[in-house]
């Protein structure tokens, strides 16, 4: 079992950044792949990042590319995303998600979820 829990978003204006940290809880955290999806009202929920359990391998949305890191500290059990050069496309509920197999996998593939955090950018 993995609990996850978000924090960082906010309200930010056009060019600014937010990091969001997602905290977990459990011992298959660091053996997980990680990653951050976003939803947007109306629109299905996508996948933003990704990094593999050891931090070698990472993944992002041709979107993001440029803008957003994603990052882990095992020892910490936490999990981050920075976010820069924010736009007000990148407004939406952001969610961290855990899954135990290899590679970056559909969002049906993640198991365990945290509540969300809202990042709103504003024009």
């Known amino acids: 079992q993995v609990q996850l829990v978000e924090s960082g978003g906010g309200l930010v204006q056009a060019g600014g950044s937010l990091r969001l940290s997602c905290a977990a809880s459990?011992?298959?955290?660091?053996?997980?792949?990680m990653g951050w999806f976003r939803q947007a009202p109306g629109k299905e929920r996508d996948l933003v990042a990704a990094i593999s359990w050891r931090g070698g391998r990472t993944y992002y949305a041709d979107s993001v590319k440029g803008r957003f890191t994603i990052s882990r500290d095992n020892a910490k059990n936490t999990v981050y995303l920075q976010m820069n050069s924010l736009k007000p496309e990148d407004t939406a509920v952001y969610y961290c998600?855990?899954?135990?197999?290899?590679?970056?996998?559909?969002?049906?593939?993640?198991?365990?979820w945290g509540q969300g955090t809202q990042v709103t950018v504003s024009s």
């Open positions: 998600a855990a899954r135990s197999g290899v590679g970056v996998g559909t969002q049906y593939e993640y198991e365990y």
């Open positions: 459990g011992r298959t955290f660091s053996s997980s792949t």
